[in-house]
T-cell receptor
């Protein structure tokens, strides 16, 4: 499986935008970029995913580099509830029904 | 979010006890997963069930025994566990037909083995 690299931790202030980077230099052409997050004492939850184009949903935006070797999860206005561990995961479409491979992710702290 | 429920939420057991963890999904999915999250470690897969058949066993010791009686329910039977098995056990489900390949997780069972 292609590997992702994320910073161990990041800090943000409430109401400010947060940019969470992910490097995936060995990504293959069929790998989708998925983001999950895990709030304290909860199971992971899906945030967003994309292939080549930037994506927006109600939770976040995903900016994908033109060469697809990196991506950035953007939280437009961080809230205290966004404090969580954020995981960047690569998935090939053929991997449906197989395990997600979690790394250590980025621990996001949000201060008021 | 109540799509995937897990019971109990917390469990304390001795090494000689037998207990079971239950997972139920109300999303109409046809794949279910058990993951383990030990302290300070990433989540790691234990088992995958696809269409009620076990398709992956990630070298899990036999003291953990999964059961999938139907597409909505998944159990993890525990017996003669060790203290190092103390962890958060997470259940997830997904639809094999979902083009987004999203997995939906339950809240987990926090297990402590004394």
């Amino acid at each position: 499986d292609a590997k992702t690299t994320q910073p161990n931790s990041m800090e943000s202030n409430e109401e400010e935008p947060v940019h969470l980077p992910c490097n995936h230099s060995t990504i293959s052409g069929t790998d989708y970029i998925h983001w999950y997050r895990q709030l304290p004492s909860q199971g992971p939850e899906y945030v967003i995913h994309g292939l080549t184009s930037n994506v927006n949903n109600r939770m976040a935006s995903l900016a994908i580099a033109e060469d697809r070797k990196s991506s950035t999860l953007i939280l437009h206005r961080a809230t205290l509830r966004d404090a969580a561990v954020y995981y960047c995961i690569l998935r090939d479409w053929s991997q449906a029904g197989t395990a997600l491979i979690f790394g250590k992710g980025t621990t996001l702290s949000v201060s008021s | 979010e109540t799509g995937v429920t897990q019971t109990p939420r917390h469990l304390v057991m001795g090494m000689t006890n037998k207990k079971s963890l239950k997972c139920e999904q109300h999303l109409g999915h046809n794949a279910m997963y058990w993951y383990k999250q030990s302290a300070k470690k990433p989540l790691e897969l234990m088992f995958v069930y696809s269409l009620e058949e076990r398709v992956e066993n990630n070298s899990v010791p036999s003291r953990f025994s999964p059961e999938c009686p139907n597409s909505s329910h998944l159990f993890l039977h525990l017996h003669t566990l060790q203290p190092e098995d103390s962890a958060l056990y997470l259940c997830a489900s997904s639809s094999l037909a979902d083009s987004t390949d999203t997995q939906y997780f339950g809240p987990g069972t926090r297990l402590t083995v004394l």
